[in-house]
């Protein structure tokens, strides 16, 4: 997907046009980008806190929440506000509504100067499609927070996510997200579905790239592209992750 900053109900239509795409397809379970409905690069907090909104009762998980209601699951970035406190988040929502919310433990260089650290632990979700855990992007640079994920039982860790470039990184070589994913789906026998925006914002460039990876580590679909909005699509037993899990 391609948010357009500050564009929040144009990016949060565009978001229910995807998911309604997918679910046509037979997809359960629908992973959008980190901070899709507000956009990433924020220049102050001021600027966070007026395109952040309350959960659920915002207007942006209120629509997500009306997309699903005939639908299994998605999971969505959001800039959270709770009182004068702000949070890189991830609303998971299901057909009977908000299942559960994440909020992002490891904040990325300038989004310390908005938001305050996750203060909801690494929770584990039951749902209808299986257990799902959540990490937004950064996070998934620490290995003990998919190995917490594991250990409570989670099936697939679904991570929302801006992947910008690693200073260094040869062309040639497999992006260092998807090498960091692809490692933590085999070391603990998990499913990772990531999913990274697409474009430039505030001369910021985002590489794409989204992939969904099985236990054994190697992808089942993607990596996407690096440019152009694209859905990725996987046929997969949840239950293969802890069936293969020693």
Aim: proline share 7%.
């Amino acid at each position: 997907m391609e948010p357009v900053f500050g564009e929040t109900e144009r990016n949060v239509a565009r978001s229910v046009e995807l998911i309604e795409a997918a679910a046509d397809r037979g997809v359960q379970l629908v992973v959008l980008p980190e901070l899709c409905n507000t956009g990433y690069v924020f220049e102050t907090r001021g600027e966070a806190k007026a395109l952040a909104e309350d959960v659920p009762s915002g207007p942006s998980t209120a629509a997500w929440i009306a997309a699903v209601a005939a639908r299994n699951l998605h999971i969505v970035g959001i800039t959270e506000r709770e009182g004068d406190t702000l949070y890189n988040s991830a609303v998971v929502i299901g057909p009977d509504g908000l299942v559960g919310r994440y909020r992002k433990m490891h904040l990325w260089a300038d989004e310390a100067l908005f938001f305050a650290p996750g203060n909801l632990g690494f929770p584990v979700f039951e749902t209808a499609v299986g257990r799902l855990g959540v990490r937004i992007c950064y996070d998934g640079w620490f290995p003990e927070s998919y190995r917490l994920a594991a250990l409570q039982g989670a099936e697939i860790v679904c991570v929302p996510t801006n992947w910008v470039p690693i200073p260094g990184q040869d062309p040639a070589r497999a992006a260092m997200a998807n090498t960091l994913v692809m490692a933590a789906a085999h070391t603990n026998s998990i499913f990772v579905a990531a999913a990274d925006r697409v474009g430039t914002e505030r001369g910021q460039p985002f590489i794409g790239q989204s992939l969904i990876v099985g236990p054994p580590g190697w992808p089942v679909a993607g990596p996407a592209g690096t440019d152009g909005e694209e859905i990725l699509v996987a046929r997969v037993n949840l239950a293969d992750a802890r069936r293969k899990r020693n």
